[in-house]
């Protein structure tokens, strides 16, 4: 059964302005801590128009995270769509992953978190996996087959290996413990794919 999506009309340019200071409140604060008031101070927003804007405290906080992943994806598009070369388009795409702020870290993290409780917005991050996935794998089928990439695993068997390294590095940083520094993890990791790739060292 399909569901009416939690996205209202009303608010304009107003409206995008205030699920920026969502997105911040839900980074620093976390899903159960964010509230109307907090958004209401940071934004300069009644509550009342808030929620004239966005119903429920609930659907305020999935909006802006849609958002969010939605910027994301956005960004990998765009990257990849800045290198011809397939592997160097598989490092920009790395690096912008690897590169993300602080905020978009944990957003994301907060995002799967209210996934694994809310049916539509667990439905909408398989969209969202799919949009994330697609210029990798395009990525590793175009080298394959432009000779570039010699493959010993599926395109999306390598892709599912960078993506769980990827989203894995995430977790010690969003959580501040002690982890691989960005230049050993990304040489690591690349060397990881040159060889899955079949590329010379």
Same mark, same amino acid.
């Given at each position: 059964?399909?569901?009416?999506?939690?996205?209202?009309?009303?608010?304009?340019?107003?409206?995008?302005?205030?699920?920026?200071?969502?997105?911040?409140i839900l980074a620093a604060r976390g899903y159960e801590n964010t509230r109307f008031a907090d958004v209401s101070?940071?934004?300069?927003?009644?509550?009342?128009?808030?929620?004239?804007?966005?119903?429920?405290?609930?659907?305020?906080?999935?909006?802006?995270?849609?958002? /969010?992943?939605?910027?994301? +994806?956005?960004?990998?598009?765009? $990257? %990849?769509?800045?290198?011809?070369?397939?592997? &160097?388009? @598989?490092?920009?795409?790395?690096?912008?992953?690897?590169?993300?702020?602080?905020?978009?870290?944990?957003?994301?993290?907060?995002?799967?978190?209210?996934?694994?409780?809310?049916?539509?917005?667990?439905?909408?991050?398989?969209?969202?996996?799919?949009?994330?996935?697609?210029?990798?794998v395009r990525s590793v089928t175009e080298g394959r087959d432009q000779g570039a990439f010699v493959l010993t /695993?599926?395109?999306?068997? +390598?892709?599912?290996?960078?993506? $769980? %390294?990827?989203?894995?590095?995430?977790?010690? &940083?969003? @959580?501040?413990?002690p982890g691989p520094s960005p230049e050993g993890f990304r040489h690591v990791l690349l060397s990881h794919m040159?060889?899955?790739?079949?590329?010379?060292?």
């Amino acid at each position: 059964m399909t569901k009416i999506p939690r996205t209202r009309r009303a608010g304009g340019a107003k409206r995008i302005a205030a699920l920026g200071a969502v997105a911040e409140i839900l980074a620093a604060r976390g899903y159960e801590n964010t509230r109307f008031a907090d958004v209401s101070a940071a934004s300069g927003v009644a509550i009342s128009t808030l929620q004239t804007y966005f119903g429920s405290r609930e659907d305020m906080l999935i909006e802006a995270m849609r958002r /969010s992943t939605d910027e994301e +994806v956005a960004a990998l598009e765009a $990257a %990849a769509g800045s290198e011809k070369d397939p592997w &160097r388009r @598989l490092v920009a795409l790395i690096d912008r992953s690897l590169g993300n702020s602080e905020r978009t870290r944990q957003v994301l993290i907060e995002f799967w978190r209210a996934g694994m409780r809310d049916e539509e917005l667990r439905d909408y991050s398989v969209q969202v996996r799919t949009r994330y996935r697609e210029p990798f794998v395009r990525s590793v089928t175009e080298g394959r087959d432009q000779g570039a990439f010699v493959l010993t /695993s599926g395109p999306d068997d +390598v892709v599912d290996f960078l993506l $769980a %390294a990827l989203g894995g590095v995430m977790i010690p &940083r969003v @959580l501040h413990h002690p982890g691989p520094s960005p230049e050993g993890f990304r040489h690591v990791l690349l060397s990881h794919m040159r060889l899955a790739l079949g590329l010379p060292g």
